[in-house]
């Protein structure tokens, strides 16, 4: 702790040094590279200092938000104690999962949990500045309306960011060409037999509905000659 303490002893005397930490702060070593405390030093012939050398068990972590927005922006955390609760980010189409010292895959230490309260307390070994918020994009099931026809794909999940994959089946019906899926006016999946706009889906349903889409058929022309 912070202070001068005067300790008055007899010549050839002893005294004993104990080095108190305050809160967030840990005794390291003497001033002469003493490493114990108490320490007893013995046959005292004459005034000495020795200085207690504390360090910090606390620090400044920045919390990157990796494509998220809002929320906390950094915290003050201390050793061997948990962190404190945080206001989590958010990010279009994907659920926050916490925070992690790495923001590759599925590696690193979590810290944070989903609802924003501390994973662990944080760890003396610890030496990331930085934790890093890990996403995972909201999954929707996809139905298909193949509007009269007599086969089409059965439902899918698909996950919002990401590429949905092929249909098992494509639709069809007597007398008309396929001309793709649609969700209102717009088409998802074309008659070519490929997902429109790229390979990632993003479009986000009303909460708890599901993703129908609609097939589209093109009459077939015959040319009558007399």
Not at 37 to 43: A, E, H, K, Q
Not at 165 to 190: E, H, M, Q, R
Request: charge should be negative.
């Amino acid at each position: 702790q912070v202070g001068v303490k005067t300790i008055v002893v007899t010549d050839g005397g002893s005294v004993t040094l104990t080095a108190t930490a305050n809160a967030g702060w840990k005794f390291e070593k003497w001033g002469d590279g003493a490493t114990g405390s108490p320490r007893t030093i013995s046959d005292v012939r004459a005034p000495a200092t020795y200085t207690a050398v504390f360090k910090a068990q606390f620090k400044t972590v920045t919390l990157q938000k990796c494509g998220g927005t809002g929320g906390t922006d950094s915290v003050v955390v201390t050793n061997g104690m948990a962190l404190p609760k945080i206001t989590v980010p958010t990010r279009t189409g994907h659920d926050f999962r916490g925070y992690f010292t790495s923001e590759t895959g599925d590696q690193g230490v979590q810290y944070y949990l989903e609802n924003g309260t501390s994973a662990r307390s944080w760890s003396e070994d610890e030496e990331a500045t930085a934790l890093y918020a890990r996403w995972e994009g909201k999954k929707f099931t996809v139905k298909f309306d193949n509007a009269g026809a007599t086969s089409g794909p059965t439902p899918m999940e698909v996950t919002y960011g990401k590429n949905p994959g092929p249909l098992n089946i494509v639709p069809s019906k007597a007398d008309y060409t396929f001309d793709g899926y649609y969700l209102g006016t717009a088409c998802y999946w074309n008659g070519g037999g490929a997902w429109v706009g790229g390979s990632a889906w993003t479009y986000i349903p009303e909460e708890g509905t599901d993703v129908i889409l609609t097939a589209h058929y093109v009459a077939d022309q015959y040319t009558v000659r007399f």
